[in-house]
């Protein structure tokens, strides 16, 4: 039916021209371009119905040059000369905004279907239909922050379309999305010119995921194929395609495809809805009769159109305007000069506010009731329903979300099968963005989930480090060649890193071997700092200080090692003295150790005789005084059994056990001697273990003589020099700063070029060296142990890597890499490797590397000692005690009639009775004891028979009796339990 519709009306096209009065559109557009045939049609459709605009047609006045664009005023006085009622514009904003300036003191309206720029928003006159860019702005935002994208990349088009991204960084800021990297491409009038492969390398150093392509789609198969060149299109990449005027079949080069190619697969595209008005289908069907070609934002242009024709209609029938009034002709336009019209273009430079008048002082009195039909319309046209608010800004405003896939087909406007884009979601400002429930998102390279913004590797990356040898830190083995020269404790943290983060590097040596310091008189940084700073090298790695200085030309990494500066000093061998072997240990301990030797010695003899388990104890307390007791036999009262335990066979038994020779006469026989014994032999054992441990150390590592061992110290002396080397942290440190001691300290010390020449000048002059720890203790072994430490550590730094400043591309490196740091720091990964790298060499130069005043061990260092053996003699004191009470219990136990309280008596007496040998015997022999255990005075008076004691002669005769019974008692039980002993007393 609509075929047939149209076919009438093409056949009677040219009758209305000679029954109805004719209406003009100007439309600053190309006669011959598609945009001009899309007009065309819309035309027709209008003048076709009956109900609008009825015996009136519209006609559609063109330039009559092809360069529109330079002469675009000219052309709009030429319109306005032959009569227009209202100008259709596909030009720029700032051409629009001309135009407004020109027509707006008219009364005319300029229609601008598919400029979205905000500067030509909500201004009189002049009709914006598509979505304005800061609306846009929202949708871009806001769609990736949907997907959880907060650093993305934009590449844009130079011109207009960057006109507004300053707009869009601060609306992305808002939202929580950061532009990382922002990049430009120039717009060439012919596509296949378009050239962004610079911009693209850019992009991929950033080490962004996500890019935002906002520019024309006819530049997109170029960029993109460019982009898969560059493996910019790789698993963990996506692209977002934005363009306000976009359409889809301009992506592909020679027309629709019936696949897609490899470089648009996975692509979102991000576009204004323009494919939800009731009129798309019968107008793209007639779009595609007449083989149209695909033009942007072509339902805009016919909207335009119809947007006007119904405005004009209602118009006319509410204002009753006739024909004739319905448009507005400038007869005068011959007194139009060039300065004139240079003054259009000068006013917009100088005031965008400002508007200029060059086509007289009359107006079309139906101009401004014209554009205010046009803001009260309201209806559902080809792109959507056409609906204005209040500042005259299309209502709908909505953004499709496509996905450009295999197997899929497009539901814009014209329809077409096997495109490969399907509609995934859409955004509105008051909902956000929808996804389809259904939709299957195809991710680049068929990813699964959409990608990450910030990706957990550097895999891709290749990175030229700049580096300088500095044992344990860096070494270089020149013998190879490539990264594999390169060892230490810094290539060993670098190859961590790569195995987690997966990258590639280059390591290279700077030229100038220096750290990094100002060149004097030029302001310029050197060493591995120029190399940072110039972009020679990515990032530095090496014992890099963390200084103010450095910190604002350079941006440092998360620290991975903290040292401190030293003393270096020279060893100096010192002559020996002549009882240098006696220096281990104190005068006091010496003393202490003979002391302790005469108190064992003394306790050792006493509790050998006292004891009644001692060696002469328990004979003493045991044996019979008769005739044969000391005819000096040999028995156990020969002289030398007597001697045996003497004080000074003890003293011997010291002095041989102290050496660890071993005692000759034997061991003490009773617990309290043998536990006297044995605390001398563990005093014995500390004492030689420290005296041998001191005297290794202060063999090994000769004593220095060291007249300096601080930073004050080595002010107050002249006879040694000190310095450093040159273009370090340092140097920076003792020269900027405002300690007096560091004032004092840098105004005489001499920089030195290299850490070699350092160490060289200590070895061969009085010279002190101020350097790094951990490597004055790494070079001990390579100089041969010649210098050492001196004193305690001072002047703290923090080690860190050295990145550019302010540089976007490497933002996310450092993020990674102070990760995998951080890490590395947590599990003391970097604290084992370094001392690793440091014990395999220092280990050499045995001893505490930085050198202490070796002193002699003094009592206060041997307190312990002390207490085991003061608590031993105490141990040992006790068990005598204990072995006179437990001989005493057997006494008590083999006399049934005797008190425990007088079997203590008689053995206490017999204790103080063996502190004489001579003086018991005699005591034995006066108790008149005989073999029958009778006292041999007592035996002879009973024999006589006088049994008469009252003469006086025996006035102590219980006494002797009860002393008597008591020694037999105590025989008898000695007889059964004693039998292992030997000779027991008659």
């Known amino acids: 039916m609509p075929q047939m519709q149209y076919s009438i009306f093409t056949i009677f096209k040219i009758l209305p021209l000679f029954t109805s009065t004719g209406i003009h559109i100007g439309a600053l557009i190309e006669k011959k371009s598609p945009e001009a045939k899309i007009l065309d049609y819309a035309v027709e459709y209008v003048n076709s119905r009956d109900d609008l605009l009825p015996n009136h047609y519209i006609m559609v006045r063109y330039p009559e040059t092809d360069d529109v664009h330079s002469n675009l005023v000219y052309e709009a006085l030429h319109m306005v000369e032959e009569g227009i009622s209202v100008i259709i514009s596909n030009s720029g904003a700032d051409d629009i905004l001309v135009l407004q300036r020109l027509l707006a003191p008219k009364g005319i309206t300029q229609i601008a279907p598919a400029e979205s720029a905000d500067k030509i928003s909500m201004r009189k006159f002049l009709v914006q239909l598509n979505t304005p860019d800061r609306i846009m702005n929202e949708a871009i935002c806001n769609t990736l922050r949907a997907f959880n994208w907060t650093r993305v990349a934009v590449l844009v088009a130079e011109g207009a379309m960057s006109e507004h991204i300053q707009d869009l960084w601060n609306s992305c800021m808002s939202h929580g999305v950061t532009i990382s990297t922002l990049q430009k491409h120039k717009e060439p009038v012919i596509a296949e010119f378009v050239d962004a492969k610079e911009q693209l390398r850019i992009i991929k150093k950033t080490n962004n995921r996500i890019i935002v392509l906002f520019t024309n789609m006819a530049y997109i198969p170029i960029i993109m194929r460019d982009a898969f060149d560059l493996n910019l299109l790789e698993k963990g990449y996506a692209w977002v395609v934005v363009d306000a005027s976009s359409q889809l079949s301009e992506v592909y080069e020679n027309g629709i495809p019936p696949g897609i190619p490899p470089y648009l697969k996975g692509l979102l595209v991000l576009r204004p809805l323009l494919e939800n008005g009731n009129l798309l289908r019968f107008f793209s069907a007639e779009w595609q009769s007449r083989k149209i070609p695909p033009v942007a934002m072509a339902s805009m242009y016919s909207d335009a159109v ?423 942290s340092y140097e920076n440190i003792f020269k900027g700063s405002k300690l007096k001691l560091y004032e004092k300290i840098a105004a005489n010390m001499i920089w030195l070029g290299s850490s070699g020449e350092a160490f060289n000048r200590t070895i061969d002059e009085k010279f002190v060296f101020i350097w790094d720890s951990p490597q004055i203790d790494y070079n001990q072994a390579r100089y041969d142990c010649k210098f050492t430490r001196v004193g305690a550590e001072f002047g703290y730094s923090q080690y860190a890597l050295a990145f550019p400043k302010s540089n976007d591309s490497m933002d996310h490196v450092v993020e990674l890499i102070d990760k995998e740091i951080l890490a590395l720091l947590e599990v003391s990964e970097l604290k084992k490797s370094f001392e690793e790298w440091l014990g395999s060499s220092s280990s050499v130069c045995s001893g505490d590397m930085s050198i202490h005043n070796k002193e002699a061990l003094d009592t206060r260092d041997l307190k312990g000692v002390f207490v085991v053996m003061l608590g031993l003699l105490s141990c ?50 006066a108790a008149g004891v005989n073999e029958g255990g009778v006292c041999e005075e007592k035996k002879g008076e009973v024999e006589r028979g006088n049994g008469n004691h009252s003469n006086g002669n025996h006035d102590n005769k219980e006494e002797d009796e009860l002393l008597a019974s008591t020694f037999i008692r105590r025989l008898r039980a000695l007889r059964n339990t004693e039998k292992h002993e030997g000779e027991l007393i008659t």
């Open 306 to 728: 119809l947007l006007f024709s119904y405005a004009l209609h209602e118009m006319m029938v509410d204002k009753e305007v006739s024909p004739s009034e319905a448009k507005f002709m400038f007869r005068d336009f011959a007194e139009t000069t060039n300065s004139m019209i240079d003054d259009v273009y000068s006013y917009e430079m100088l005031n965008q506010k400002a508007s200029v008048n060059i086509l007289g002082e009359e107006v079309w009195e139906h101009g401004e009731d014209l554009f205010r039909y046009m803001m009260k319309q309201r209806f559902n046209g080809v792109s959507k329903e056409i609906r204005f608010t209040e500042d005259n800004t299309v209502e709908d405003q909505r953004f499709g979300l496509f996905n450009i896939a295999d197997g899929r087909t497009v539901l814009d406007y014209f329809d077409y099968e096997h495109v490969g884009m399907s509609k995934i979601g859409y955004w509105a400002p008051t909902e956000g963005l929808v996804i389809y429930p259904r939709s299957n998102i195809q991710w680049i390279k068929d990813m699964e989930a959409a990608p990450s913004d910030r990706p957990k590797t550097l895999e891709g990356n290749t990175f030229r480090i700049v580096t300088i040898e500095s044992p344990p830190f860096v070494m270089v083995d020149r013998t190879l060649s490539g990264n594999a020269q390169y060892k230490g404790f810094l290539p060993d943290m670098l190859k961590k890193l790569q195995s987690k983060l997966h990258f590639d590097y280059e390591l290279y040596e700077v030229a100038d071997n220096s750290w990094g310091a100002i060149k004097n008189g030029t302001g310029e940084w050197g060493g591995l700092i120029g190399d940072v700073i110039l972009g020679r090298a990515h990032f530095a790695l090496a014992d890099l200080a963390v200084t103010s200085a450095r910190d604002e030309v350079v941006r440092y990494s998360q620290t991975y090692f903290r040292s401190g500066m030293s003393l270096c000093m020279a060893v100096e061998d010192s002559q020996k003295e002549m009882f240098y072997w006696l220096s281990p240990l104190g005068r006091n301990v010496w003393a202490a150790v003979f002391l302790f030797g005469i108190i064992c010695a003394a306790s050792m003899s006493s509790y050998s005789k006292l004891s009644p388990f001692g060696y002469y104890g328990r004979h003493y307390h045991y044996r019979s005084i008769d005739e044969g007791a000391t005819n000096g036999s040999g028995g156990l009262d020969s002289k030398e059994e007597k001697n045996r335990f003497s004080f000074k066979n003890c003293v011997w038994f010291i002095v041989s056990s102290f050496f660890q020779q071993g005692p000759d006469n034997g061991s003490p026989t009773c617990i309290s001697g043998r536990i006297v014994a044995v605390s001398w032999w563990v005093f014995c054992l500390l004492i030689i273990m420290m005296y041998t441990a001191n005297l290794t150390a202060n063999l090994t590592v000769s004593n220095m003589k060291k007249p300096i061992d601080s930073l004050e110290s080595l002010l107050s002396q002249r006879e040694y020099t000190y310095g450093s080397v040159a273009g370090t």
């Open 876 to 925: 040992s004191f006790a068990a005598f005690i204990c072995e006179i009470v437990f001989a005493a219990f057997l006494d008590y136990r083999a006399q049934k009639n005797m008190t425990m309280v007088e079997a203590m008596k008689v053995r206490w007496m017999k204790t103080m009775s063996t502190m004489n040998y001579n003086d018991a015997g005699i005591l034995l022999a």
